[in-house]
Every structure is written in C-alpha cells, then in structure tokens.
C-alpha cells in the first residue's frame, strides 16, 4: 500500500501531477462536489432526509397517497436537487472528460450537474437515476416532468405512461428499488479499466456503489480521494486530500 499523504498543497501538487500522469481516469462522484452548488446531501443536518422521510419503492407502487406525495416533492423542488448550476468541480471533471484524459464519470448523484458542465450522457454512469425525468416502472419509456405538470397540478391525476399505462415515476433509484443492471455493469467495466480512480466528494458508505474505490485498487490503478470528511477507505488511498473539491480541482487540472 502507497502512504497516504494528507498536506494540502503538497497533496494538491500530488493530485496535478497523478492526473497528468494517467491514461485512462475514472471520477467517482458523490454529494460533496454537489452541495459546493448549494445541492443538499441526504444524510447531514439539515440534509434531505432530516428534512423529509424518504419513500421507499414499495410504499410508492403500493400506496396511492405515497404516490402522491411523491410527485409533490417533484413539483415543489423540495428535496432541492434541481435548479442549481454546475461548480468548479464540475467543470473540471467536464474538461478531463472532453480532452479525453478520463473515459468516465461513475455518479452517486441525481442532480444532473455533470451534463450540465458538459459532460456527454454517454460518458456518465448514473448509478442512483436522475432527478430531471421520468420513468415508466413498467416499460421503462422515459417522461418528461412537464409532461404531467398540468394534469398534476391543476387535476390532481397521478402520472401513468402514455405507451402502457404504467406507474410513473422520478428516475431515482429509491431505497428498496433494485439497482439498474446496466450502469452497474459499465461501471464495473470502466472500474478494471482505469489506471487512476478519482473520488471526488463521496463518504463510501453506500454499497454497492462504494465497493467500486477498492476494486480499482485491487486492479492495480491508483486510488486518489477528495472529500471534506475522512472515508473508511481513506487507508487503501495513494493519496487523500480533505479540502474543498472546486478549488482543488481547479488547481489540479488547470481550469
């Protein structure tokens, strides 16, 4: 195992020079690049959950008042993970991504920030959904939020598909839901690729997505992680930094 390094200039020179030196990056990103954009992370206080009681998957399919107010969270923008814009963070990742020096973003977030930046869709592995659409439970269609506002809003009808008639529902991942196959496979897939995996703002506490840092380390690439907070993988890593991801990302890429 590498020493861990955890002095803050010297660790952000560190960070330029293992990102300079990598052929193929992977970013793996949690809520703590997003909160610097004022997105509220789940478990802190004053986080979304201590604001609202998560409704978990069975409750929404099987409960019609839990439906509803599922898609009042929506309309309200009370869990607060839309609206806001992309941060240095962000764009950092987004440049690493264009100048092809990272094959992939691997995201805990629903907030949609990194397409936002710039980052195409087909280089982001979106492991929990996304906040900014919906999805038939049932055939899978995607709907557009706008699609039902009125009908919601103003008629009170709850959302089903208009290819099936379905449930409708956000394209998060919600507790008790199942994880999607497909992105779980990329990931793991970029994860065995890579030479340098970055994690930027994760706590590494939600498995299975959190299993993907010691993967990578155990492949052979370089574990570098960036987050205000220790993490329980912080002993595994080449190199730690508990600083501010914009600032530090901005220095390490040079945007």
């Given at each position: ?56 998957f069975?409750?929404?399919?099987g ?46 977030n ?31 269609l ?31 991942i ?30 590494l ?19 570098a992680?960036v ?12 190199l ?12 390490a890429?040079?945007?």
């Open positions: 195992m590498s020493e861990t390094l955890f002095q803050a200039a010297p660790g952000r020179r560190q960070l330029a020079q293992m990102i300079a030196g990598a052929r193929r990056i992977v970013i793996f990103t949690g809520a703590g690049i997003s909160t610097e954009s004022g997105v509220p992370d789940f478990r802190s206080p004053g986080g979304v959950w201590s604001r609202m009681k998560p409704i978990y069975q409750e929404f399919v409960d019609e008042a839990r439906r509803r107010e599922a898609w009042n969270r929506v309309y309200s923008g009370a869990a607060g993970w839309t609206g806001a814009r992309p941060n240095d963070g962000h764009t950092a990742v987004a440049r690493l991504i264009t100048e092809g020096r990272a094959s992939a973003v691997i995201t805990q629903v907030d949609n920030l990194h397409q936002e930046s710039g980052v195409p869709d087909d280089k982001i592995i979106e492991l929990h959904g996304n906040a900014h659409y919906a999805r038939c439970l049932a055939c899978g995607r709907h557009e939020f706008s699609d039902f506002r009125e009908s919601f809003l103003e008629r009170g009808e709850i959302p089903t598909c208009r290819a099936c008639g379905g449930l409708v529902k956000s394209a998060t919600s507790f008790g839901q199942a994880m999607p196959e497909e992105p779980m496979e990329k990931a793991q897939a970029a994860t065995f690729d890579c030479d340098l995996f970055l994690v930027l703002g994760s706590s506490v939600v498995y299975p997505a959190a299993g993907f840092p010691i993967m990578a380390k155990r492949g052979g690439a370089m574990l992680i987050n205000r907070e220790p993490t329980d993988q912080d002993g595994y890593a080449d730690v930094l508990h600083d501010e991801i914009g600032s530090v990302m901005r220095e890429v040079g945007s």
